[in-house]
């Protein structure tokens, strides 16, 4: 091969090589797809919330029991015998007993105890006030309307009535989930509520009341309400203890903190 030929050979090299050179950085190649992202396994859904312990257990309740909504004779008799008849006709309201026992309990610690749920009736006469302390006040001869249910009240068998809600328990039980509790343990509310009614202010004197009347409202119309802001936001079942005085409010106080006693300090045996 001539010098001229192997001088042209190698330019002809040099450029194929520049021209392969050139179309290798004009066109790169294609990357090789990336292999999918390795996902981590999914978390395990996190476990429900543990329902809420239970502060203060009952036994079981022994026997059969009636379906709620056909409760009312079988309570009938069952009070009749703790209380007498004469009594459960005179103080008692017992259509759907076992849901009103329950929403007014649970009411008495809210600002509303809607009197048309109350299991028992509701006391004869009319509220009364007189002039004391330079305004309105509670008149003493107003406590005299409550003196016949209180009376009634004081004299109930504490350790006979526990024994006879233990008895009606799952029907209470049930009652309470209806209105709107489900997995919560109405005993615990109850105990509760009465902490609440037993926490009732003491004032020195008749409390001062005062006339509300909504706008638009006639003279002299509107309910009563306390003229000391701390005594009216007290809870509903506090404000009845106020107004019947404080002669009244003392023998419920103390059948109250009777039954609270047989309610949460049963022996272990019975727990």
């Keep these: 091969m001539t010098r001229g030929y192997v001088v042209a050979f190698v330019v002809l090299l040099a450029i194929g090589g520049g021209v392969l050179w050139w179309r290798h950085r004009a066109v790169p190649v294609a990357p090789a797809p990336a292999p999918p992202p390795v996902l981590a396994p999914a978390a395990p859904p996190a476990p429900p919330p543990p329902p809420p312990a239970i502060r203060h257990p009952l036994p079981s309740s022994p026997g059969a029991l009636p379906s709620l909504d056909g409760s009312d004779s079988y309570v009938d008799n069952a009070l009749a015998e703790l209380l007498g008849r004469k009594k459960v006709r005179e103080f008692l309201q017992l259509d759907g007993a076992i849901r009103r026992f329950v929403a007014t309990i649970n009411n008495l610690a809210t600002d509303d105890a809607s009197a048309s749920l109350w299991p028992v009736k509701t006391t004869p006469g009319r509220f009364e006030t007189e002039a004391g302390g330079g305004g309105t006040v509670i008149a003493a001869r107003n406590a005299e309307r409550y ?74 119309a509107g309910l009563y309400v306390y003229a000391d802001p701390a005594l009216e936001a007290s809870t509903a079942g506090q404000k009845i203890l106020l107004r019947m005085g404080a002669e009244n409010a003392a023998p419920l106080t103390a059948k109250l903190r009777e039954i609270r006693a047989q309610l949460v300090a049963r022996p272990p045996a019975e727990r």
Excluded at 150 to 169: E, N, S
Excluded at 193 to 213: E, M, S, W, Y
């Design 147 to 220: 003196a016949p249910f209180v009376h009634f009240a004081a004299g109930i068998d504490a350790r006979r009535a526990v024994a006879l809600y233990i008895r009606l328990y799952p029907l209470l039980q049930q009652a309470y989930e209806d209105l709107g509790y489900p997995g919560k343990y109405l005993n615990d509310r109850v105990v509760e509520v009465i902490d609440n009614l037993l926490a009732t202010p003491a004032p020195a004197g008749p409390p001062a009341v005062k006339r509300f009347v909504a706008d638009g409202g006639p003279p002299g």
